[in-house]
């Protein structure tokens, strides 16, 4: 199964839509809440070099946003990240 880390915030509805993206695909993920832990944001600063939220990593490797999380859908790239 695959490792995959959301760095999102309370308020942002683009970290619920790629939350219920992963949820659509019975996929399990880990939630960092970066409004609550300033280490997290600055750890997500360090891992994805964006600011905002959503980031996504799966398996280490980082996918961006949502819009880039539903892209890779879209394209037929996730299923097979998903799987690994």
Same mark, same amino acid.
């Given at each position: 199964m695959a490792k995959i880390e959301v760095y999102c915030s309370g308020f942002c509805s683009y970290c619920v839509m790629a939350?219920?993206?992963?949820?659509s695909k019975g996929a399990e993920y880990e939630v960092l809440r970066v409004d609550n832990d300033s280490k997290l944001y600055e750890?997500?600063?360090?891992?994805s070099q964006r600011r905002t939220v959503p980031? !996504?990593? !799966?398996? $280490?490797q980082h996918i961006g946003g949502y819009d880039d999380l539903a892209q890779l859908d879209r394209e037929g790239g996730l $299923?097979?990240?998903l799987a690994a």
């Open positions: 939350e219920r993206l992963l949820e750890e997500m600063l360090t891992r980031q !996504i990593f !799966i398996n $280490d $299923d097979p990240l």
